[in-house]
C-alpha cells in the first residue's frame, strides 16, 4: 500500500479542516481528489509530504514510512521517493529552466552529464517544453511554467506523484495532454494523486475519486466512472 491513512485527523493551525480521514492508495492508482476551495484538498495533500502534520491518526503511513513517528530528518529520503507539483510552481528563478532540472537530478544523485541532458530532454519532450530549455522562469507564461514544474516533478521516475492542480494554469488542450501524460506514467507502476476542479477530465481519464465536502473525505469514483457531475466541483 502506497497510502494508508485510516482515521486521521487533518489541521490547518488549530482548526480541523478534515476529519475520520480513511484514505488509500496502492501501486498503478490514478486518484482524484475533488471539492471546492478550502474543503481540504490542499491539506490533505500537504500531508503526504510531510509539508503539514498530521497530530490525530490511527494509521498515516506513505511510502511504508510511519509519518505518525517520522522525525524532520527523514522527511527529505521520503520526498525523494515522490514527484510533487505544487501549485504555485516553486521553480528557482535564478537560473534557466535546464539549470532548474539539473539542480535536482544532481541533488538526488546523478553524475554523469550525459544522463542528465538525455533524463532532462526526455521530460521537456514529454511536456511539450523542449524549445524552452535555456529560458528563465520570469520569461514563460504561468502555464509554460507549469509545465516545467510538472518536467521536474517526474525527472526521478517517482514512486508517487503528488499534484495539486497540475492543469489549472493550462489551456484545455495542453491541460488534457498532461492529465494524458500523468494517467500513462500511472500506467507504469506509480501511484498518481492528483486535485483538481477540471471535472470533465474524471470522465476522460477515469480513475478513484474521493470528494472533501464537509469536513469529511468520501469515495464518489461510482458518481465519476460514467458521467461528469460539473456542479460537485
Same mark, same amino acid.
Given at each position: 500500500?502506497?497510502?494508508?491513512?485510516?482515521?486521521?485527523?487533518?489541521? !490547518?493551525?488549530?482548526?480541523?479542516?478534515?476529519?475520520?480521514?480513511?484514505?488509500?492508495?496502492?501501486?498503478?492508482?490514478?486518484?482524484?481528489?475533488?471539492?471546492?476551495?478550502?474543503?481540504?484538498?490542499?491539506?490533505?495533500?500537504?500531508?503526504?509530504?510531510?509539508?503539514?502534520?498530521?497530530?490525530?491518526?490511527?494509521?498515516?503511513?506513505?511510502?511504508?514510512?510511519?509519518?505518525?513517528?517520522?522525525? $524532520?530528518?527523514?522527511?527529505?529520503?521520503? $520526498?525523494?521517493?515522490?514527484?510533487?507539483?505544487?501549485?504555485?510552481? !516553486?521553480?528557482?528563478?535564478?537560473?534557466?529552466?535546464?539549470?532548474?532540472?539539473?539542480?535536482?537530478?544532481?541533488?538526488?544523485?546523478?553524475?554523469?552529464?550525459?544522463?542528465?541532458?538525455?533524463?532532462?530532454?526526455?521530460?521537456?519532450?514529454?511536456?511539450?517544453?523542449?524549445?524552452?530549455?535555456?529560458?528563465?522562469?520570469?520569461?514563460?507564461?504561468?502555464?509554460?511554467?507549469?509545465?516545467?514544474?510538472?518536467?521536474?516533478?517526474?525527472?526521478?521516475?517517482?514512486?508517487?506523484?503528488?499534484?495539486?492542480?497540475?492543469?489549472?494554469?493550462?489551456?484545455?488542450?495542453?491541460?488534457?495532454?498532461?492529465?494524458?501524460?500523468?494517467? !500513462?506514467?500511472?500506467?507504469?507502476?506509480?501511484?498518481?494523486?492528483?486535485?483538481?476542479?477540471?471535472?470533465?477530465?474524471?470522465?476522460?481519464?477515469?480513475?478513484?475519486?474521493? $470528494?472533501?465536502?464537509?469536513?469529511?473525505?468520501?469515495?464518489?469514483?461510482?458518481?465519476?466512472? $460514467?458521467?461528469?457531475?460539473?456542479?460537485?466541483?
Amino acid at each position: 500500500m502506497f497510502i494508508e491513512y485510516k482515521n486521521v485527523n487533518i489541521y !490547518q493551525g488549530d482548526k480541523r479542516v478534515l476529519g475520520g480521514v480513511n484514505f488509500n492508495v496502492d501501486e498503478g492508482e490514478f486518484v482524484y481528489i475533488i471539492g471546492h476551495v478550502g474543503s481540504g484538498k490542499s491539506s490533505l495533500l500537504k500531508t503526504l509530504y510531510c509539508e503539514l502534520d498530521i497530530p490525530e491518526g490511527e494509521t498515516a503511513a506513505v511510502l511504508g514510512r510511519n509519518l505518525l513517528k517520522m522525525r $524532520r530528518k527523514d522527511v527529505p529520503a521520503l $520526498r525523494k521517493e515522490l514527484g510533487i507539483i505544487f501549485q504555485d510552481f !516553486q521553480l528557482l528563478h535564478d537560473r534557466n529552466v535546464y539549470k532548474n532540472l539539473r539542480f535536482v537530478l544532481k541533488a538526488t544523485g546523478w553524475k554523469k552529464k550525459g544522463d542528465i541532458d538525455e533524463r532532462i530532454d526526455e521530460v521537456l519532450d514529454a511536456v511539450g517544453m523542449t524549445d524552452k530549455k535555456d529560458a528563465m522562469p520570469y520569461e514563460l507564461s504561468g502555464g509554460e511554467q507549469q509545465r516545467v514544474a510538472i518536467a521536474r516533478a517526474i525527472l526521478n521516475k517517482p514512486k508517487m506523484i503528488i499534484a495539486d492542480e497540475p492543469t489549472g494554469n493550462l489551456d484545455p488542450e495542453t491541460a488534457d495532454n498532461i492529465v494524458s501524460l500523468l494517467k !500513462q506514467i500511472s500506467l507504469t507502476g506509480a501511484a498518481v494523486v492528483m486535485s483538481t476542479h477540471n471535472i470533465p477530465m474524471l470522465d476522460k481519464y477515469q480513475g478513484i475519486v474521493y $470528494r472533501c465536502k464537509d469536513g469529511m473525505l468520501n469515495d464518489v469514483t461510482s458518481q465519476y466512472n $460514467r458521467m461528469s457531475m460539473a456542479g460537485d466541483e
